[in-house]
């Protein structure tokens, strides 16, 4: 078993002053797939990453990479692994030609194998005609391309992701995740951290929720979406001023919380019987409270995250950082 993972992680433990950022964390990453660790700010993930990448030394635990201690083999782990992490680690006065070409030098490729490798990359990842400018001059979706290709100049075995796309528009998202597929799809093993519940879901094979420093949860997109038992009924009301009557009326219908969205129209219930539902649709037509739609289905990642921790997957203070 032990020879098919790429991540083998037992009982991690990291702590920053009075601070447990991570609090016996347990891994078992399969070779060759996208595994996703998902959670807030603050969970834990950032750090788990750095210890896995041999950045930052356990408390308590151990762990190993490619079959490699992270501890006793961290030489050998750096060699066989790379890391992206949150911000990008390109030098912004550097052209993104002569940021590849540096990289690659300093790995060991001649001046020309250098320079072709940097070409290939460029041409890969979209940034040809933009490789003579100034790095400080991309756009942050250029930037974060240019960050990756400078992770596989020598194409990893293992691959450490730390939320990737954060601040990114939704073009520049999705090239990134283009990206991550076709680094898999070569071979390597992707462990994506992610605060975005949509990115696991697209990317993931398998999912480990971290929360306050633990793993809470464990298995794929749809077995976690199966794990809360139930299906979610989503509507949005063409009129978002009656939102707090619509939310009475489907709590009442459906004896059942109902969740308020980010969106003022929008509202989501869990559901355990469809033809309840369907009743509590007919009610809020009855009232006169228009739809301008309306879903039944299973639980988004959203409504799993906040039914195994009693609270919503969004941004909190950075716990090692606040440290």
Known sequence: MSAQLAIEAVGLVKTFGATRAVD???????????????GPNGAG????IRMLATLLRPD??????????????????????????????????????????????????????????????????????????QVKNFSGGMRRRLDIAAS?????????????TTGLD????????????????????VLLCTQYLDEADQLAERIAVIDRGRVIAEGTPAQLKASVGQGALHVRLLDADRR??????????LDAQVHLEPDPARLTVPV??????TGAIAELSAAGI????????????????????GHPAEETVDEEEAA
Not at 88 to 103: I, P
């Open 24 to 38: 016996g964390v347990d891994l078992a990453v399969p070779r060759g797939a996208v595994y996703g660790v998902l």
């Open 45 to 48: 993930k950032t750090t788990t």
């Open 60 to 133: 308590a635990g151990s762990a190993k990479v490619l079959g490699r201690d992270v501890v006793a083999q961290a030489d050998e782990v750096r060699s066989l692994v790379s890391l992206t992490g949150q911000l990008a680690s390109v030098d912004e006065d550097l052209t993104g030609r002569e940021n590849l070409v540096l990289l690659a030098r300093l790995l060991g490729f001649t001046r020309a194998d250098a320079k072709a490798r940097a070409d290939e990359l460029l041409e890969a990842f979209g940034l040809a005609d933009a490789a003579g400018r």
């Open 152 to 164: 596989i100049v020598v194409t990893p075995e293992l691959m450490f992701l730390d939320e990737p």
């Open 170 to 189: 939704p073009r520049s998202r999705n090239q990134v995740w283009d990206i991550v597929r076709a680094l898999v799809a070569q071979g390597t093993t």
């Open 244 to 253: 707090d009557e619509a939310e009475q009326l489907l709590a009442r219908a």
């Open 272 to 277: 355990t019987d469809a033809g309840r539902a």
């Open 290 to 309: 228009e739809l301008a739609d309306f879903a039944l289905g299973q639980p988004s990642l959203d409504e799993v995250f906040l039914a195994l921790t």
